[in-house]
């Protein structure tokens, strides 16, 4: 079936550095999308684009559908960037999306 | 601007019985309402989508006897989990398209449901 595979599974990060974020699909995408997890679960939409680049604040979504690979790039990141970030694939506009597992990023002063 | 409301946001119920859930687009006319499960540890999986016009479409493991939804409008669907046990707590997902903002995929806030 289809997969979605983010990496890595946790990141540490030192507030004020970058970090990337992976995520690999396992069939065609017509989009990639990136959500945050806010501790109490509900999701928050930050970046959706088919191909290309994609940028809102400190946030890049890179998605190169052919090789089937996406990534969110942070920059700067802050303390309140704590928290859950979910790649998903959306196949068909018509269907749900498939999610991947999240990265659990950690910032520390 | 496209917002999505679902409600309650949390509730707890007792073994063996059932709670409803329902979802809210607001300021846009959904083609379609995924829902989906987020259980403890795991990813959102979806559990059916639903299009106005068509036959609500459940995916494996997921049933129309234990999960009957509702989605008489564009705006507005409801599920219900039935006979609810412990393998059925987790966060409960509702999302709608948007077909003026490309399909768009928007969510509600979610429904925590924790089953005694």
């Known amino acids: 079936g289809q997969q979605v595979q983010q990496s890595p599974a946790s990141l540490v990060l030192q507030e004020g550095e970058n970090a990337e974020l992976q995520c690999n699909f396992s069939?065609?995408?017509?989009?990639l999308q990136w959500f945050y997890q806010r501790p109490g679960g509900s999701l928050v939409s930050l970046l959706s684009?088919?191909?290309g680049t994609k940028h809102t604040g400190r946030l890049t979504s890179t998605t190169v559908t052919k090789e089937r690979r996406g990534s969110l790039h942070i920059s700067s990141s802050q303390i309140t960037d704590s928290g859950t970030y979910l790649c998903?694939?959306?196949?068909?506009?018509?269907?749900?999306?498939?999610f991947g597992l999240g990265t659990r990023v950690s910032v520390f002063p | 601007g496209a917002l999505v409301y679902q409600y309650p946001r949390r509730t707890i119920c007792k073994s063996g019985t059932s709670m409803r859930m329902e979802c809210q687009a607001v300021?846009?006319?959904?083609?379609?309402v995924a829902w989906y499960r987020q259980s403890p540890q795991k990813t959102f999986e979806l559990i059916a989508l639903?299009?106005?016009?068509?036959?609500?479409?459940?995916e494996q493991n997921f049933t129309q006897e234990k999960f009957p939804i509702s989605h008489p409008n564009l705006s507005f669907s409801s599920m219900t989990v039935l006979n609810a046990y412990l393998e059925d707590r987790g966060l409960y997902l509702c999302?709608?398209?948007?077909?003026?903002?490309?399909?768009?995929?928007?969510f509600g806030a979610g429904t925590r449901l924790s089953v005694l």
């Open positions: 999302g709608a398209r948007d077909p003026g903002v490309q399909n768009t995929l928007y």
């Open positions: 639903s299009t106005v016009n068509s036959a609500i479409k459940y």
């Open positions: 998903a694939m959306d196949d068909n506009y018509a269907q749900g999306l498939t």
């Open positions: 300021g846009f006319q959904a083609t379609s």
């Open positions: 069939s065609t995408a017509t989009r």
């Open positions: 684009n088919p191909s």
